[in-house]
C-alpha cells in the first residue's frame, strides 16, 4: 500500500494548511500536494455592500496584513468614483503602508522564517520559534524586535485609528492629517527603523551567509526554481510598494508585461484544482502548462525576490546598495542580454530580497516625512457616489494584490474579485514542495527535520492563507487525493 505523510498543521505561517506527501513502492516521493482547506467567502457576501466600507471589511481578512487590504480597497474606491486621492492624504497612506511594512517583514524574519535558521532546521520543534530565537541571540535583540513592531503599530494606530484593522481611508483620501508634533515623533521611528534593518542585515550576514552549510543550503538546487517574476515598478523601475505599474520579466530577465493595474485581466489568468480552495493564476501569454517550472511555463511569483528581479535599481541609497550586492553575490547583476540583473532563482534568497525591502521602507519613511508638504491639512474630500469598476493593487509584503470592484449609481458593489499576494505564489509554492520533499525523502527514511525542511519550502513565500482564501469553493473539499497511478491512498503517517 502506498505510504501517505501527512504534515497537519503546517506551522509558522498565516492562516491553516497541510502539506500531503506521497511515497512510492520504493519509499520515494511520487507526488506532493500544499493545500489549503479552510473557506471564506469574501469576494461573495462583500456584493451588495457600500463600496466605501470596503476598506473596512476587507482588512479583517488578515490580523497579519490588514493594512494591504485596506490601502488597496481605498484604491479601488478612488478608482470606482472616479476621484483621485489628494497628495497629502496619497503620503499619508504610503507612510503608514511602510511602516507597516517594516512590522511585517520583522515578523517573518524573526519569528517565522529566521528561527530555521538562528535555531537550525533539525532544531526540536518546540524551539524554532521566536522564543528559541531569543534564547540563541540574547534578550536584548528580542527587545529590539518587540520595540521595533511596538513604534510602527503605534504609528498606524496614531493615523490610522486602530492599531490591527485600521479605519483611516476616505474614498479619495484620509480621516486625519499628519500634525507637526507627529512628523517630527515619526521621523525618529524611521531612522530607528534603517538602523534596525541595517542590523537585521548583518545578522543575517553573520548567521547565513558566513555558515557555509547555511549558505550551500541557500545556494542548492533544493529550493531552486525558474518561474517568471512579478512585481510593482516606478518610472525609474524600482520596486515601490504603494504606487506604480505592475512588470513582469521571464526566467531570463527580458520584461514580458509592464502594466496598469485595470488591465489585470488582459494578463492574469486563475487555474483550479478540486484538491485546494486557493486558485492558481498564471500568464495568458503561456497559458497554464500544469506544475511545471521553465521559461515556456505560465507560473510566476511575486515574492520580497521577485520584486528585486524585476527591478532595475532601488528608490533609496542604503538599500540600492544592498541590491548591488545580493546580485553580486549570486554572480548575476547585469548578465542578462539586455544589460539587466539575471533573476536570482534559488528560493531561499527570498529572506535576504525580505530584508532589502525592510531597508527600503524604512528609507522611504524618512523620505516621506521629509516631504515639505505632508503635515497639508487638506486631506478630506467631499465624493459622490456613482456607478463604475474600480481596481486597486499594491505590494502586500508576500506578493501583488489586487482588488477589483464594480458600483451600481448608488454605489453598492456588484462584483468583487480579490488576487491576494500569496495567491499569486500558490503553483511555485506547490513546485517548491514538491521539489524539496523529492530531494529530502528517499526510501522512506524521515525525520521532523526532515519535513521541517519540507516546510522550509512554503515557509519562505510567507503565505497568508487566510488572505487568499477569499472565494466561496465547491464544498466538500475532494480530500481524498490519489496516487500516480490512480489509486485511494489510505496509509497514513502524521508528521
Excluded at 13 to 31: C, T, Y
Amino acid at each position: 500500500m502506498t505510504q501517505r505523510i501527512t504534515i497537519d498543521p503546517i506551522t509558522r505561517l498565516e492562516g491553516h494548511g497541510k502539506i500531503e506527501i506521497f511515497l512510492d513502492d520504493a519509499g520515494d516521493v511520487s507526488s506532493a500536494y500544499f493545500q489549503i482547506p479552510e473557506l471564506r467567502g469574501f469576494e461573495s457576501f462583500c456584493v451588495g455592500r457600500h463600496a466605501e466600507e470596503m476598506a473596512n471589511i476587507t482588512n479583517r481578512i488578515c490580523g497579519v496584513c490588514p493594512e494591504a487590504h485596506h490601502m488597496a480597497a481605498a484604491k479601488a474606491v478612488d478608482a470606482a468614483f472616479g476621484v483621485a486621492c489628494l497628495p497629502a492624504a496619497k503620503r499619508i497612506r504610503e507612510l503608514i503602508y511602510m511602516a507597516f511594512f517594516v512590522t511585517d517583514h520583522t515578523t517573518h524574519f524573526y519569528c517565522l522564517g529566521g528561527p530555521d535558521f538562528i535555531v537550525g532546521p533539525d532544531a526540536p520543534a518546540c524551539e524554532r520559534n521566536i522564543l528559541g530565537v531569543i534564547r540563541k541571540v540574547g534578550v536584548d535583540i528580542g527587545l529590539q524586535v518587540i520595540n521595533c513592531r511596538k513604534r510602527n503599530h503605534e504609528l498606524i494606530k496614531r493615523l490610522g485609528g486602530r492599531g490591527v484593522h485600521l479605519c483611516g481611508a476616505l474614498p479619495g483620501g484620509w480621516s486625519v492629517a499628519l500634525s507637526e508634533e507627529m512628523r517630527r515623533d515619526f521621523l525618529g521611528c524611521a531612522k530607528e527603523n534603517i538602523d534596525f534593518a541595517r542590523f537585521s542585515l548583518q545578522a543575517f550576514e553573520d548567521i547565513v551567509l558566513k555558515d557555509q552549510a547555511y549558505l550551500d543550503l541557500v545556494l542548492s538546487d533544493l529550493y531552486r526554481h525558474e518561474t517568471h517574476s512579478m512585481g510593482t515598478v516606478d518610472v525609474g523601475m524600482a520596486p515601490n510598494f504603494y504606487e506604480g505599474r505592475i512588470r513582469v520579466v521571464d526566467t531570463l530577465g527580458n520584461e514580458v508585461a509592464l502594466y496598469d493595474a485595470k488591465d489585470y485581466l488582459s494578463h492574469i489568468a486563475e487555474h483550479v484544482e478540486p484538491w485546494s480552495y486557493l486558485k492558481f493564476p498564471y500568464l495568458k501569454k503561456f497559458g497554464w502548462q500544469g506544475f511545471v517550472d521553465g521559461q515556456d511555463s505560465g507560473i510566476y511569483h511575486a515574492t520580497p525576490l521577485a520584486r528585486l528581479n524585476v527591478a532595475d535599481r532601488m528608490a533609496t541609497p542604503l538599500a540600492q546598495a544592498e541590491f548591488e550586492r545580493f546580485y553580486d553575490t549570486f554572480g548575476v547583476r547585469g548578465k542578462a542580454a539586455n544589460g539587466r540583473n539575471l533573476p536570482v532563482h534559488h528560493r531561499l534568497a527570498t529572506h535576504w530580497a525580505r530584508l532589502i525591502e525592510l531597508l527600503y521602507a524604512a528609507e522611504r519613511m524618512q523620505e516621506l516625512l521629509e516631504h515639505p508638504d505632508i503635515c497639508d491639512p487638506e486631506v478630506r474630500q467631499v465624493v459622490e457616489a456613482r456607478a463604475g469598476i474600480g481596481i486597486g493593487s499594491v505590494e502586500a509584503p508576500r506578493g501583488t494584490l489586487t482588488h477589483h470592484y464594480e458600483t451600481d449609481e448608488r454605489g453598492v458593489l456588484t462584483k468583487v474579485n480579490l488576487i491576494v499576494g500569496t495567491t499569486n505564489n500558490n503553483a511555485p509554492i506547490s513546485l517548491s514542495v514538491m521539489k524539496a520533499a523529492k530531494g529530502l525523502i528517499k526510501g522512506g527514511v524521515f525525520s521532523d527535520g526532515i519535513l521541517n525542511q519540507v516546510e522550509m519550502a512554503f515557509r519562505l513565500y510567507d503565505p497568508c492563507c487566510s488572505c487568499a482564501t477569499h472565494a466561496l469553493g465547491k464544498a466538500p473539499l475532494e480530500l481524498n487525493l490519489r496516487a500516480a497511478d490512480g489509486s485511494l491512498l489510505d496509509q497514513q503517517v502524521r508528521g
